[in-house]
């Protein structure tokens, strides 16, 4: 007899494109969605938190301090790209960014749209524009977080997810 749990509990590794970031300038919630950044190369989640170290008797102790969380995006510069613009002068103004990652290869359940995932709040720090002749120009952005973020359910719309794949398209006419 074959344990069919054995497969089941398997593990997969994630895929890098099944990672995604939603952008959106906190003061255009009631307006906008958060969107991605058209033709992402690399995005990266990093946290650290420094310990100042106490010389006793009996030994070196070690005092944590508070966690940093940085985020970093790299992308391919779109012709008429409005994002990064927004982001820089977001930048410019010292004004907060919302920032969501979502894992499309786990997503919940009861919705479609919906993923695992965390939500930031924090401020873009470092915006890094590189030309050179042989290749795209290049976009690197990196965001100072506040605080710890939270985890949740991100909702990553249809034209959002194209950023991974392919959404699937039926065989029916799609209008006009």
């Known amino acids: 007899m074959i344990n069919l749990q054995l497969f089941a509990d398997t593990p997969t590794a994630v895929g890098g494109k099944k990672i995604v970031y939603l952008y959106r300038i906190m003061s255009e919630a ?3 969605d958060g969107v991605t950044l058209a033709f992402t ?7 650290s938190k420094d310990a100042d ?7 070196s102790i070690r005092t944590p301090s508070e966690s940093e969380t940085e985020i970093t995006a790299t992308s391919v510069l779109t012709k ?6 927004k982001l820089e002068k977001a930048m410019d103004d010292d004004t907060i960014i919302e920032i969501w990652e979502a894992n499309l290869d786990e997503p919940i359940a009861e919705s479609q749209n919906k993923f695992k995932g965390m939500y930031f709040q924090g401020y873009l720090t470092e915006i ?6 042989e290749d795209n ?4 952005l990196t965001f100072g977080i ?12 249809a034209a959002n997810q194209t950023t991974a794949a ?9 209008g006009a």
């Open 41 to 47: 190369t690399e995005n990266g989640r990093t946290k």
């Open 128 to 133: 890094e524009k590189t030309s050179n002749a």
């Open 137 to 140: 120009v290049e976009i690197s």
């Open 30 to 32: 009631a307006t906008a």
């Open 53 to 59: 170290s106490t010389i006793t008797k009996d030994g």
């Open 166 to 174: 392919y959404v699937f398209k039926d065989t029916s006419k799609t």
């Open 80 to 85: 008429g790209d409005t994002l990064i613009a």
């Open 146 to 157: 506040n605080g710890k973020g939270a985890s949740g359910d991100v909702t990553v719309s």
